[in-house]
Nanobody, 121 residues
Framework: VQLVESGGGLVQPGGSLRLSCAAS????????IGWFRQAPGKEREGVSC???????YYTDSVKGRFAISRDNAENSVSLQMNSLKPEDTAVYSC??????????????WGWGKGTLVTVSS
């Protein structure tokens, strides 16, 4: 399975973006997919995850603002980001979950290259 992210860009504070993680390969609906972000000079941070029965997980800083969803027919997972803040600026990447903490990058594989989100006026 290969993952490709898209949808990043420049947005003003308070704005919205929708990121997409598109997968190639088979059995996509079996996998849990997570979104991570890495800001300049900071460690990679787990943002959200959705499993194969649509249970969702969010880190505290994005709860109520971000929403993760999946479309198994399209082999994709989306991250709707609303009320964006400058501190949301980062490269956002998706990956496949393999077990353990959903917020720990070591528990993921098949990383995409990422898409840059910049929140600035």
């Amino acid at each position: 399975v290969q993952l490709v992210e898209s949808g990043g860009g420049l947005v003003q504070p308070g704005g919205s973006l929708r990121l997409s993680c598109a997968a190639s390969g088979s059995n996509f609906d079996y996998y849990a997919i997570g979104w991570f972000r890495q800001a300049p000079g900071k460690e990679r941070e787990g943002v959200s995850c959705i499993n194969n029965v649509d249970n969702t997980y969010y880190t505290d800083s994005v709860k109520g603002r971000f929403a993760i969803s999946r479309d198994n027919a399209e082999n994709s997972v989306s991250l709707q980001m609303n009320s964006l803040k400058p501190e949301d600026t980062a490269v956002y990447s998706c990956a496949i979950y393999s077990g353990g903490s959903v917020y720990d990058a070591i528990n993921y594989w098949g990383w995409g290259k990422g898409t840059l989100v910049t929140v600035s006026s």
